[in-house]
């Protein structure tokens, strides 16, 4: 999909795909390129990112039926999710070195990110 990130931006952020359907972004700041990143990763692997987000919260039998359920009761039991929560708000800036490109992304502007990208539709 080309075009302009809809939302969540400070300037305007263009999404241009080449033939093999590489992003190329052009952005005002390094914020908004990152954004902007990000909002490919959704659409590239929206999939992916819903299953894991509902691993993590305990909620994956909603999306495939009763055989995810041994799997939401552990995640509930362990809490991923609160400890994942816990976890990013102790490291927030000190470790981002050590993060890859898409913990970032998540991190910092994945629910931002996400928001934009729901709202196309």
Partial sequence: MDGSVPAGVAAAVEIRRDRFGVPNITAASDRDAWFGLGFCQGQDRAFQIE???RVVRGTLAALVGGDGLPIDRLSRRVGFARYGAAEARKMAVPLVPFL??????????GERVLDAYLALF
């Fill in 51 to 53: 299953t894991r987000v």
């Fill in 100 to 109: 890859s490109l898409g913990a970032i992304v998540a991190l910092f502007l």
